[in-house]
T-cell receptor, first 110, second 113 residues
């Protein structure tokens, strides 16, 4: 079946350091979404990527969709304590059924 | 605008009892999703509806779980009988068919003793 894996599972960084999480699919995706979940909260939509090789930026966050549309990455520059949470990717094959990745839990040490 | 509304926010029950979780999607959204989140399994899709019709329930763990969507503004997820391993956070999410962005509710934290 469809699997979407994320690495690393956990990441601890010093405030100000960069952070990257990677998402890999066993099959080609039609599009991919990224969500952030704060501790005790619910997943909140961040962005959607559709095109092969697409790169989008939101302030210190950079999202990339691989050329083969099988992988994606989220990079945070100069992390802040407000970046703490779990970041999920969610890939779609067709329509609006998304398969969520395993998530990367980010801890930022002040 | 109100987001996705879930009730109750917390539920503590004893093994064997029936549990009913409720969800009101965002008005105008045509798709509704039920997820379960645990430390061990992460975020799992249980079932989703398009225009009130169940499309894929392959994620429903077993026959003890059932979900309904009698109209566009209400859905329930029922567990009968409940077991301790059902303890988890259950999220409901909704989306417009075209936009595909999912908006999650605050979740129901279920503890089965």
């Amino acid at each position: 079946g469809q699997q979407v894996m994320q690495i690393p599972q956990y990441q601890h960084v010093q405030e100000g350091e960069d952070f990257t999480t990677y998402c890999n699919s066993s099959t080609t995706l039609s599009n991919i979404q990224w969500y952030k979940q704060r501790p005790g909260g619910h997943p909140v939509f961040l962005i959607q990527l559709v095109k092969s090789g697409e790169v989008k930026k939101q302030k210190r966050l950079t999202f990339q969709f691989g050329e083969a549309k099988k992988n994606s990455s989220l990079h945070i520059t100069a992390t802040q304590t407000t970046d703490v949470g779990t970041y999920f990717c969610a890939g779609s094959l067709t329509g609006n059924q998304f398969y969520f990745g395993t998530g990367t839990s980010l801890t930022v040490i002040p | 605008d109100a987001g996705v509304i879930q009730s109750p926010r917390h539920e503590v029950t004893e093994m064997g009892q029936e549990v009913t979780l409720r969800c009101k999607p965002i008005s105008g959204h045509n798709s509704l999703f039920w997820y379960r989140q645990t430390m061990m399994r992460g975020l799992e899709l249980l079932i989703y509806f398009n225009n009130n019709v169940p499309i894929d329930d392959s994620g429903m763990p077993e026959d003890r779980f059932s979900a309904k969507m009698p109209n566009a503004s209400f859905s329930t997820l029922k567990i009968q009988p409940s077991e301790p391993r059902d303890s988890a956070v259950y999220f409901c999410a909704s989306s417009r068919l075209a936009e595909e962005t999912q908006y999650f509710g605050p979740g129901t934290r279920l503890l089965v003793l």
